[in-house]
């Protein structure tokens, strides 16, 4: 049984409900926001957060970059999340789990889980910068319903190589090939909906560094 880390959506939202991306301002307010939900979030077996729309599950979707080009990802048929197969997507991530760390602050808590899922996925050489610049919200679906994507960027030194080459394959785009992407000019591919609302900011996720938020070796 796995449990995922969730806040109340009135923690994450307690003025308005916004939707889309919604960039912080800096470190302070990324700050505030996670230590506001890490102090009223919990662990919940995933099922139950699954069909509780008051729940907010938090979820790292870390956009990778390197050399000014993004990782543009397809997960395969034999992909964990169905509803993602055959999607592009520009985002690396999945949910908090208790390994992440349960008695840690709310930015160590995302930044473990982030580093966590980039590591699963990816092959990384070298040092690499994690920011924090944002958040996703989208309650036009279902499952965006019960998702809340916390955007970091991955600044790695080189290109990194994909692990399970079986379940995802990708390769290194520009901003413009991915815009042509989201324009639907290139091949009909389709993007997962947290991907194609992040594209419009990707001159503002590719720098990042006055929000620099963690940085860690592997």
């Known amino acids: ?21 919604q960039p912080f301002a800096g470190p302070a307010e990324a700050e505030r926001f996670l230590d506001r939900v890490r ?16 729940w907010k599950q938090l979820i790292p979707y870390c956009v990778v ?44 808590l995302v930044s473990r889980a982030a580093r966590r899922e980039i590591e699963e996925e990816l092959e990384v050489r070298g040092e690499y910068g994690l920011a924090l ?28 190589r994909i692990r399970e080459e079986d379940v995802l394959e990708g390769h290194m785009a520009t901003p413009g090939e991915l815009r042509e992407i989201q324009r639907g000019s290139a091949r009909g591919e389709s993007l997962e909906t947290w991907s194609s609302l992040l594209i419009p900011h990707l001159d503002r996720l590719l720098c990042v560094e006055d929000v620099r938020h963690h940085v860690t070796t592997t």
Request: with cysteine.
């Open 133 to 160: 610049s944002g958040y996703l919200n989208d309650d036009s679906n279902p499952v965006g319903a019960v998702h809340l994507g916390l955007v970091f960027t991955a600044n790695l030194p080189r290109a990194p």
């Open 65 to 108: 970059a390197a050399e000014e080009r993004v990782l543009l990802m397809k997960r395969r048929a034999k992909g964990g999340e169905a509803r993602l197969h055959g999607k592009l997507s520009i985002g690396v991530g999945g949910h908090i789990n208790p390994i992440d760390g349960a008695e840690v602050s709310g930015s160590e």
């Open 39 to 54: 102090a009223e979030g919990f662990f919940v077996e995933r099922a139950r957060a699954e069909r509780t729309p008051a």
């Open 1 to 21: 049984m796995e449990f995922v880390f969730v806040t109340p959506r009135e923690v994450a939202f307690p003025t308005c409900t916004p939707q889309g991306f």
